[in-house]
């Protein structure tokens, strides 16, 4: 879970976070995110792996929370969400689903200023790649009112993991894609040097039990 306080340049009227539910199919986790929802008290809530097909997405229900779009595949596997309070005057303009349930583009307006939110599920193998490839499908709707957040499941900084292991080739380029599009990393403009993880393994297998999996993403440069 990231809840991160904005910069100039994104919009700067709502709470925004994110989470990774691990599935949503289970009416007590159901109950509970609810019951989060409530305490944490955001405008802007979004989900990854809600695990919900098609025919499931109904069940996710949150009083005062009208506007819920889900993108999702065919399996019970991945899929996101974008929660948007009843507090603030939404209006959709455009929305863009992956098939499979890895990101969901949402374009709108609230209050009459003009928001992108785009919620990103990266798979677990060819992560960094996965979501260099998604920033520049949609390089064209990305301006400076654009948040970009999600559970990439890859570090992009040496400081997301608890390991002393470099950034690998595709990490690398992930992040040179995410200056091109002069997008900047809101945690690390908060807290440049600390060790901060979303997620923790104890696997054997883990090269780098902790890492900084949720990540929020906005444009650097100033709106004018």
Same mark, same amino acid.
């Given at each position: ?19 990774? @539910? ?6 007590? #986790?159901?109950?509970? *995110? ?7 008290? $955001? ?10 097909? !098609? ?7 949150? #009083? !005062?929370?009208? =506007?819920?779009?889900?993108?999702? /595949? $065919?399996? #019970? ?15 959709? =303009?455009?929305?863009?689903?992956? =098939?499979? !349930?890895?990101?969901?583009? *949402? ?18 193998? /060819?992560?960094?790649? &996965? ?6 499908? &949609? ?24 390991? #002393? ?15 091109? *599009? ?10 440049? %040097?600390?060790? /901060?993880?979303? &997620? &923790?393994?104890?696997? @054997?297998? %883990? ?11 906005? $444009? %650097?440069? $100033?709106? =004018?």
């Amino acid at each position: 879970m990231d809840v991160t306080p904005e910069p100039q340049g994104c919009a700067e009227v709502c709470v925004k976070v994110t989470l990774n @539910v691990n599935g949503l199919n289970s009416p007590i #986790k159901r109950h509970r *995110l609810v019951s989060w929802i409530k305490k944490t008290n $955001p405008t802007i809530c979004c989900l990854q792996e809600t695990h919900l097909i !098609g025919k499931d997405i109904h069940r996710l229900k949150v #009083k !005062g929370w009208e =506007k819920i779009y889900h993108a999702h /595949g $065919p399996r #019970k596997q991945a899929g996101v969400a974008i929660l948007i309070s009843n507090k603030i005057d939404f209006k959709t =303009k455009l929305i863009k689903r992956d =098939k499979e !349930g890895h990101y969901i583009l *949402l374009k709108g307006t609230i209050h009459q200023q003009d928001i992108t939110i785009i919620n990103i599920y990266a798979p677990n193998n /060819g992560a960094a790649t &996965f979501i260099k490839q998604i920033l520049l499908k &949609f390089k064209n709707q990305i301006d400076h009112n654009t948040i970009i957040m999600g559970d990439f499941n890859t570090p992009l900084s040496p400081l997301d993991r608890s390991s #002393k292991q470099k950034l690998n080739k595709e990490t690398i380029e992930l992040n040179i894609t995410i200056n091109n *599009l002069d997008l900047t990393d809101i945690y690390r403009i908060y807290q440049p %040097s600390s060790n /901060g993880y979303t &997620f &923790f393994s104890t696997q @054997v297998q %883990s090269s780098a039990p902790h890492k900084n999996k949720g990540i929020v993403l906005c $444009p %650097s440069t $100033p709106k =004018k």
